[in-house]
């Protein structure tokens, strides 16, 4: 039976932990692909999540793939519900919902222009449809000041969308929890080349880092000098995902850690450089895209020009 309150959605479940469902938070411009078209439900399945499957199943059959909004949209069911009910479809392994593909890394050379853009680059009022782009994940812990990072580094408001993710709650029972992830590009005129921001905030955010890091060519990790423990977990999970990265020490009214002492509370790596930056100054965000960028360069192969 599914009770639904405020801003979570319940359904009685076997105890599960959060990491059963790590990979299936079903954000809902992903795609839903039918693992076996032949395969039937079993009979223990809610008769609505077996009509959704059904759907999926029926699309497939015609070469499409629904998301959740297309599902939703009909069987005029609420959002909450569909990903609850694809969950259970996940956890039969009826389902996958995920995104396509991810790039190894970024084109060497594109790199190289977007660093040499860099400097002294304004955003315009639109990019071309078709510019080449590379994709950034931004990481941290509580009062890591993701979104302000990203209006600073775009030249824009971030624009913050509000997604459901699947965990568990004390007793077992799934619940959908509400994030916020935000998202910004910067395009560098003088590659004609995009740099694609995402970040994520909210609680259990750590739930949904596999799915917004897929793609990503590289990674930020946004520390606050004055509470570096707090990012220990996303220094964790970056420096496990072996992505090219740097930490941007959001450094405040002074006062904070030192780069020493962040290196030693958050366990960050000696390979990984840490680049100090200001909310809302624009300069050293770009300072911290620049260096992140160099990583990734090297991460490809090609040194990277210093110039004259």
Not at 144 to 170: G, K, N, Y
Request: hydrophobic share 45%; with cysteine.
């Amino acid at each position: 039976m599914l009770n639904a309150h405020a801003d979570c959605v319940t359904s009685p479940s076997t105890a599960a932990s959060t990491e059963q469902y790590r990979g299936a938070s079903l954000l809902e411009h992903y795609p839903v692909e039918v693992s076996d078209a032949k395969v039937k439900p079993s009979p223990d399945l809610d008769e609505r999540a077996v009509q959704i499957y059904d759907l999926c199943r029926a699309a497939s059959a015609h070469g499409q793939r629904l998301r959740v909004v297309d599902i939703a949209s009909q069987l005029t069911t609420p959002r909450a519900a569909v990903k609850l009910f694809l969950s259970d479809l996940c956890d039969a392994g009826l389902v996958r919902v995920e995104p396509d593909g991810r790039p190894e890394h970024a084109d060497p050379a594109m790199l190289q222009r977007m660093i040499s853009a860099l400097e002294g680059s304004v955003a315009p009022p639109e990019a071309p449809v078709e510019a080449p782009s590379v994709k950034v994940f931004l990481v941290g812990g509580a009062s890591a000041h993701q979104c302000s990072f990203i209006t600073a580094a775009a030249h824009a408001p971030a624009v913050r969308s509000e997604e459901l993710m699947i965990t568990t709650d004390a007793q077992g029972s799934k619940i959908l929890a509400t994030v916020t992830v935000g998202y910004g590009a910067r395009f560098l005129a003088g590659a004609s080349a995009l740099v694609h921001l995402v970040s994520i905030a909210g609680p259990f955010c750590e739930v949904i880092w596999d799915d917004l890091v897929r793609e990503a060519a590289g990674a930020v990790i946004l520390i606050d000098a004055h509470r570096p423990a707090a990012c220990a977990q996303a220094v964790s999970y970056i420096q496990q995902r072996d992505l090219p990265a740097v930490a941007a020490l959001h450094e405040g009214r002074g006062g904070g850690a030192t780069t020493e002492v962040v290196r030693q509370v958050a366990g960050l790596d000696a390979a990984i450089p840490v680049v100090g930056w200001q909310s809302r100054d624009s300069d050293s965000a770009i300072g911290v895209l620049r260096a992140v960028l160099d990583q990734m360069l090297d991460r490809a192969g090609e040194p990277v020009n210093e110039g004259p």
